[in-house]
């Protein structure tokens, strides 16, 4: 599978140079001119990791940066231009992964590009979807940048479900999968779990529901949030 990458750029010779660079390394790319299109847009679509300028024509890339970070934990490489942003990234706590200067070779930021996915990416313990993100390392799961408190089986069955969304899960499946002792425990526990799961869920977006219940069958994650 090919990942995907988001470059917002302003400059059309710049996003072209970074198009060219990645694409020819076997990324999709997705380009964008100004910066709160890109919040539309993560919202709808999975996207691996962000090409970030920081002038932009609507927003300034650091508050954008900011507004990513609230609802997703991928990876954003920042584009800079002046010393002092650079000061900026590197100081503060602004939520970049990484930077690269202007002026750049096209073969460098690919390499940042790779070598920061190889970082972040499964398996090393963080795995996120637009509306959840997954912390194996420290067992938590943040739906919408929210904190989950679940407890060990919700936290094993919602994992199980956002490594595989879309994925019909029959309970006798979530029970092996989920418990170290499956034969000890009744099929309807696994109900009693979805629902706390659910409720859980609610409490953060009252408008949604994410998991599905396929009736005879099981459980799955919605594909499509
Ligand atoms: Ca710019």
């Known amino acids: 599978m090919r990942h995907k990458v ?3 750029e ?3 010779a710049i996003a072209d140079t970074i198009q060219y660079a990645l694409e020819t390394d076997g990324f999709e790319t997705i380009r964008l001119t100004s910066g709160l299109p890109a919040l539309t847009l993560l919202a709808k679509e999975h996207v691996d990791m962000v090409v970030l300028d920081i002038g932009l024509p ?5 508050e954008l940066c900011k507004e ?13 231009a ?3 942003e650079i000061d900026k990234v590197v100081g503060l706590e602004i939520g970049g992964d990484d930077y690269v200067t202007k002026p750049f070779s096209p073969r460098e930021l690919s390499a940042r590009v790779k070598a920061l996915l190889r970082r972040t990416q499964l398996p090393s313990g963080l795995a996120s979807s637009p509306s959840f993100q997954l912390d194996e390392s420290r067992k938590q799961i943040l739906f919408f940048g929210k904190n989950l408190d679940l407890s060990r089986y919700e936290f094993a069955i919602l994992k199980t479900f956002i490594l595989r969304p879309g994925h019909v899960y029959s309970r006798d499946q979530l029970m092996n999968l989920c418990w170290d002792e499956p034969e000890c425990s009744m099929d309807r526990t696994i109900d009693a779990h979805i ?3 659910r409720n859980k869920l609610r409490v953060v977006r009252p408008d949604m529901d994410p998991i ?3 009736r005879g069958m099981g459980y799955s994650l919605n594909e499509g949030l």
């Open 6 to 8: 988001l470059i917002v």
């Open 10 to 12: 302003d400059e059309p």
């Open 58 to 62: 609507d927003i300034n890339g650091f």
């Open 68 to 80: 990513i970070r609230k609802t997703h934990n991928i990876p954003i490489i920042f584009l800079t």
């Open 82 to 84: 002046r010393s002092e």
């Open 195 to 197: 629902k706390n799961i």
């Open 212 to 214: 599905v219940t396929h």
